[in-house]
């Protein structure tokens, strides 16, 4: 995964964030790897660090009801809660 | 007979009781000794409803009898009083109503046995279909996601359990989304409502989990959280599922089929999100590790590169020391070769003045001047003319 992956998966779910960087340190940990391959997993480590801590610090929770609309489809709507 | 006069007359030192210090003793008494309220089943009889809502009413047995009253709130509540006679179970706290001095049960709920009785069987036999189905399994249950981003909350949209899930969710976890699926959870309908709204939640992307909840409320109105059909769809629900209906003592049956059971919806709340600093603390020991372990692999490079030098430099002596090893050998070899070593066994070479060497008869012309060369240097020499 290049830098670039990494700053675009910023949209993928922390738990995805999280389980990717958790794989990162075990194989930096653990692997006897290439130089290179070191290097690249530090920097998208870095990364997805960076992105992570930005998604926790900004989040507001988004409540919304769900409804099923006439046609089946599903609306979803802003709720205050 | 000293003590039988202090009992016929109050003495100075005998402290002397009002009746209302009595009724409030005894008052207290009742509520020291039965702090909770108690179920007592009896026939309900003489029941008045008076204008201000409370209802007074006489509940006995062969032997007994204990005056009862439900005030305007719970009576409400309960609706319309059973016909007299009926046999009902009553929750209340015993107490005495202190101005009469009259013992009596403080009322909040009146159940006639009947439909209690008609209640416990059917939920019993729910109870035994789902069980022999398997939905209680402990095989079933499935673990509830670390990190729960996106979750479906089945509940009444006006009940306290949507704000009480909101709330601990925003503290804990706010980069999650909270998908509210609107459901009558008691009363006439919620059975129907609830059905639909869990079969809705199979219809959400990208769902992490389902919390089913209630806030707080009648033991009664659980009736919708043990109905058959809205277990069986709570347990065909695809993601992990909380089951939180309100009640810290009953439990209704969606609690049994639902993989995780919470007392209240907040508890609910707290088990389905991770809490924001623990990640944040999690975040800042992968960043240690992620550092550390460059650090490591940066370590073991240069190891690795410094290997290399010392192999390289070990393959170049040696290669040297063959080589010269090689020249010693060849030197060796050239020496052996080498006329001075034949000069020094005793041998000498004629040089011609030019310094050729002479080596044919015919070059030794008589009266002609040479050089003999020997092992140690030249003597001069001439051919016998």
């Known amino acids: ?81 | 007979m000293t003590l039988s006069l202090a009992f016929n007359v109050p003495s100075a030192t005998d402290q002397v009781w009002s009746v209302g210090q009595l009724n409030a003793s005894v008052k207290r008494l009742f509520e020291k000794h039965a702090p909770n309220p108690l179920w007592v089943r009896g026939e309900m009889v003489q029941c008045k409803v008076w204008s201000s809502g409370h209802w007074y009413f006489t509940l006995r047995d062969k032997r007994s009898q204990v005056r009862c009253c439900l005030f305007g709130l719970n009576a409400a509540r309960a609706g319309k009083p059973p016909a007299d006679g009926t046999e009902v179970y009553v929750l209340g706290r015993p107490g005495l109503y202190e101005d009469k001095g009259d013992f009596q049960l403080i009322v909040s709920r009146v159940l006639p046995t009947a439909s209690v009785g008609g209640q416990q069987q059917e939920l019993e036999r729910v109870k035994a279909a789902l069980q022999q189905d398997g939905l209680f399994d402990a095989a079933r249950k499935r673990p509830l996601p670390k990190y729960a981003s996106i979750i479906a909350l089945v509940t009444s949209r006006d009940g306290a359990a949507l704000h009480d899930v909101a709330t601990v969710t925003r503290k804990r976890w706010p980069c999650a989304q909270l998908l509210v699926i609107s459901a009558r959870v008691q009363g006439d309908g919620a059975v129907g409502e609830l059905v639909q709204a869990l079969r809705l939640v199979n219809r959400i992307p990208r769902l992490d989990l389902c919390i089913l909840g209630r806030g707080g409320g009648a033991r009664e109105d659980l009736a919708a959280f043990n109905s058959e059909a809205v277990c069986r769809t709570l347990a065909e629900v695809r993601v992990p599922t909380i089951s939180a209906v309100g009640h810290e003592v009953d439990i209704s049956l969606t609690d049994l089929v639902a993989d995780v059971r919470a007392a209240t919806p907040s508890a609910a709340a707290e088990l389905a999100v991770a809490d924001r600093q623990d990640v944040s603390r999690l975040l800042d020991d992968l960043s240690v590790r992620l550092a550390s372990g460059l650090g490591g692999r940066t370590r073991l490079g240069f190891e690795r590169l410094a290997r290399a030098e010392d192999r390289l430099q070990a393959a170049l002596q040696s290669a040297v020391r063959s080589q010269r090893s090689r020249a010693d050998r060849l030197a060796a070899q050239l020496d052996a070769l080498s006329p001075l070593r034949v000069l020094g066994r005793g041998y000498a070479v004629p040089l011609g003045t030019d310094g050729r060497v002479l080596k044919r008869r015919a070059e030794f012309t008589p009266g002609r001047s040479f050089q003999l060369q020997v092992v140690d240097g030249e003597v001069p020499a001439r051919v016998e003319p």
């Not at chain 1, 670039?4 to 940990?29: G, M």
């Not at chain 1, 290097?39 to 989040?59: D, I, M, N, P, Y």
Request: hydrophobic letters at 45%; a negative charge; proline letters at 0%.
């Open chain 1, 1 to 81: 995964m290049t830098r670039k992956d990494a700053a675009n998966s910023a949209t993928a779910s922390v738990t995805e964030e999280l389980a990717r960087l958790e794989e990162i340190v075990r194989r930096l940990e653990a692997e006897d790897l290439e130089l290179d391959s070191a290097l690249a997993l530090f920097e998208e480590g870095v990364a997805r660090l960076r992105a992570a801590r930005e998604r926790l610090a900004a989040a507001e929770l988004k409540v919304q009801a769900v409804l099923e609309e006439a046609s089946g489809d599903l609306r979803y709507t802003k709720l205050d809660a």
